[in-house]
């Protein structure tokens, strides 16, 4: 879930709380907080904390809260995990951490320390590209046993590493797209699901490609797919969550400037201008109809 700001780069918690009901209404089945496109590192702890329980107050039983709590600081990552679960997350976003370049030993005992410490479900993130260490395959299946590990966000665009992932996965252990324009191809060799940034716009229609998979009509599945994938690739043209920030605003529903630190505030104006004229599939509509289409 995109986090809203306000213009002073505030966290705006009744937007949070309205875009969470909405985001729900529009087919997610839960809302991962303070994830790559919610900007988690800038905001500080006690935002973060506060921003997961506001969600969760929010929503309430109608969907769940993953919240996003780790860096590459194991003993933070703990602190804030126990935190989380205390003001009501559902469950943690376990994410491969930055700079540090453990070994995949150091992986296991990273994500297991955390695991360990608290008592909800944790789901593993693999996104290399934004921490310059891929999470292999078989230390996934290595965490995958841990009991509370319950699945991966996996987003190394690897695709024999998730297909032995998921291959090689023990029952109740999940694999997730961690890119949209992966889900098609990761839903029907045997994935979950999709952690979606282009759900924050086009809810609906990522739940539908997906149940065209399962209810196995793949050809339709393809379908949406092959029409959807301008507007997944212009949601990543430069940095997300730049595009998916300016696509909400453009609809409507206010989100807020990035901050300056994490987005490019200032190139807000260089932004619009890429997307209007490079990528005019992303939907300009009210914001009822662009949570519920």
């Known amino acids: 879930m995109v986090t809203p700001f306000t213009e002073d780069g505030e966290v705006d918690y009744p937007q949070a709380r309205k875009l969470a009901k909405s985001l729900l209404a529009s087919g997610s089945d839960g809302l991962v907080i303070g994830g790559t496109t919610g900007e988690a590192p800038s905001m500080s702890d006690e935002e973060r904390l506060k921003l997961f329980a506001e969600v969760k107050n929010a929503i309430g039983d109608s969907g769940a809260v993953v919240a996003g709590t780790t860096d590459n600081n194991t003993y933070r990552s703990i602190e804030v995990s126990r935190e989380a679960e205390a003001v009501g997350a559902d469950a943690i976003l376990m994410t491969v951490p930055a700079y540090n370049k453990p070994t995949q030993g150091g992986l296991v005992k990273h994500f297991i320390a955390i695991a360990e410490a608290v008592s909800i479900p944790g789901i593993l993130y693999n996104v290399p590209s934004r921490t310059a260490l891929n999470m292999t ?157």
Not at 159 to 169: C, E, M, P, R, S
Not at 170 to 194: A, C, H, L, Q
Not at 233 to 248: D, G, K, Q, S
Request: proline share 7%.
């Open 137 to 293: 395959a078989g230390t996934t299946l290595k965490l995958a046993e841990v009991p509370n590990i319950v699945g991966v966000k996996e987003a190394s665009s690897d695709a024999d590493q998730i297909a032995y992932v998921i291959k090689g996965a023990p029952d109740g252990f999940n694999v997730w797209s961690g890119n949209d324009n992966e889900t098609f191809s990761i839903v029907s060799t045997g994935g979950y699901g999709v952690v979606s940034v282009a759900s924050n716009i086009i809810g609906n229609q990522v739940k539908g490609l997906i149940g065209a998979v399962l209810e196995g009509d793949i050809e339709r599945a393809a379908g949406e797919h092959l029409r959807l994938l301008p507007i997944f690739n212009a949601l990543f043209f430069i940095t997300n969550p730049i595009p998916v920030r300016y696509a909400m605003n453009r609809s409507g529903f206010n989100v807020g400037p990035p901050p300056p630190d994490a987005s490019g505030r200032r190139r807000d104006g260089r932004v619009c201008s890429a997307v209007r004229s490079d990528h005019g599939s992303i939907p300009n509509r009210s914001p009822q109809r662009l949570m519920q289409s």
